[in-house]
């Protein structure tokens, strides 16, 4: 009897959606699992998708999206960036940032090559490497005082004849690290030196609090890398325009990537719709108002919840520079599916266990502090008191 194909055996059911899919199963869960805003979509991007679909946007488009959407994109990285990007050769719209995740993967990997994955990290960069037949090394990132590191000497010693990508995300999903910009150079030497492509996970640029203003993005790997470089940004409209259901994103890369991208986008999802690419321009010429809202709001609940944790014993929890995650580390705690499973059930606070986030992560669990304060105040509340139970 034909068999289901081994390598997609090899990839690992999401810890997370693991979870999830028990407390959706659940009434009264204060659900902080997953990394979404519980804020709806603003208006003035759904009456955009609205007025797109009575003009007529419900058609096939070109693979590497609308060229009024990547001039758009282009004249983003312009303005916060000082980039200057070629929409007709750089950009390429995907349908959602996991995608140009996968899609950057897919054309940076052959079978049995290797890459390198800075870790704690959401899960799908690793998994979209085994998709692709390829080996994952997972690269812990250490705490070091207060502030969490990139091991260099680990990452050198980890390099072998097949290593050909490494993978790091600024602002990370899980622990609110951002890259340093000597960060950023080293990462991007380290990559010229071994010749690897450095694909760098921005989706969570704007969500930044140590700007010189609210609102200011995270220093793009572009900003310091040549058109030459073998660099490869993904990004998505998910977070910063509340727009996880709209699956929206971009890939930027050399030339010669973005043109296979486009190319391999019409056997996976010909494109991104229609429709859904003219409401992302409208959130990239529009939504800076309501993006600094939206900040000022993470900023609070972010203080909330470290306010909540300051007295808990042997509870670490770094704070976070950008994106709308803590990652507390808890001492003793060899567990962390079996510590959200029980708080789920026995508080109904919804939390991803920070073994889901691959090497570095168990000990640790994963708190989203997207939601509004009716929601976060009673888990942390009832989070504590868990801690206190001797949980």
Same mark, same amino acid.
Request: with cysteine; aromatic share 8%; proline share 6%.
């Given at each position: ?14 810890r ?43 058609? &096939? ?8 959407l ?13 980039v ?26 052959? %079978? ?9 990290a959401?899960?799908?960069?690793s998994?979209?490497?085994v ?33 050909r +990508?490494?993978? &790091?995300?600024?602002?990370s ?14 990462? +991007? ?9 450095l ?7 704007r ?6 203003e ?15 470089d ?11 325009y509340?727009?996880?259901g709209?699956?929206?994103?971009w ?19 010909s ?6 690419q ?20 993470l ?20 704070? %976070? ?11 003793? +705690? ?7 499973r029980?708080l ?5 606070v919804?939390?991803? %266990?920070g073994?889901?986030f ?19 105040? %009673? ?6 008191r ?6």
């Amino acid at each position: 009897m034909p068999r289901v194909a081994s390598s997609v055996e090899k990839v690992p059911y999401s810890r997370i959606r693991e979870l999830g899919e028990i407390a959706l199963s659940m009434d009264g869960v204060l659900r902080l699992y997953f990394g979404e805003s519980n804020l709806p979509t603003p208006d003035y991007i759904k009456q955009a998708a609205i007025r797109a679909l009575e003009e007529g946007y419900t058609y &096939y488009t070109e693979n590497a999206g609308l060229p009024s959407l990547r001039r758009a994109i282009a004249e983003n990285y312009r303005r916060l960036h000082a980039v200057d990007l070629d929409p007709t050769s750089e950009i390429v719209v995907t349908a959602s940032g996991v995608q140009a995740l996968n899609m950057g993967i897919r054309c940076a990997l052959d %079978p049995g090559d290797e890459a390198l994955v800075l870790t704690p990290a959401w899960p799908n960069g690793s998994s979209s490497v085994v998709m692709a037949n390829a080996c994952v090394r997972q690269i812990p990132q250490p705490l070091v005082g207060d502030r969490y590191t990139i091991d260099f000497d680990a990452l050198e010693d980890s390099v072998t004849p097949r290593t050909r +990508l490494l993978l &790091y995300t600024s602002p990370s999903n899980p622990l609110g690290w951002v890259a340093t910009q000597e960060d950023q150079r080293r990462l +991007l030497d380290f990559a010229r030196r071994h010749e690897l492509w450095l694909l760098a996970d921005e989706v969570y640029d704007r969500l930044y609090y140590a700007g010189r203003e609210l609102g200011d993005p995270v220093p793009s790997i572009l900003r310091q890398a040549t058109r030459e470089d073998a660099v490869i940004v993904v990004h998505s409209f998910s977070k910063s325009y509340c727009m996880t259901g709209w699956r929206i994103g971009w890939l930027v890369a050399r030339r010669d990537l973005a043109a296979k991208a486009t190319q391999l986008n019409e056997f996976v999802i010909s494109h991104a719709p229609s429709f859904t690419q003219k409401a992302g321009e409208t959130a990239l010429a529009q939504g800076e108002d309501e993006l600094r809202r939206m900040l000022a709001r993470l900023r609070e609940n972010r203080d909330l919840c470290l306010d909540a944790l300051a007295g808990a014993a042997g509870v670490t929890a770094p704070k %976070p520079e950008g994106a709308f995650y803590l990652f507390p580390h808890i001492e003793g +705690l060899e567990d962390s599916f079996a510590f959200c499973r029980r708080l789920l059930e026995e508080t109904r606070v919804g939390l991803a %266990p920070g073994v889901a986030f691959g090497a570095g992560g168990e000990g640790s669990i994963r708190i989203c502090y997207a939601a509004e304060r009716s929601i976060l105040e %009673p888990a942390m509340e009832r989070l504590n008191r868990f801690l206190r139970m001797g949980a």
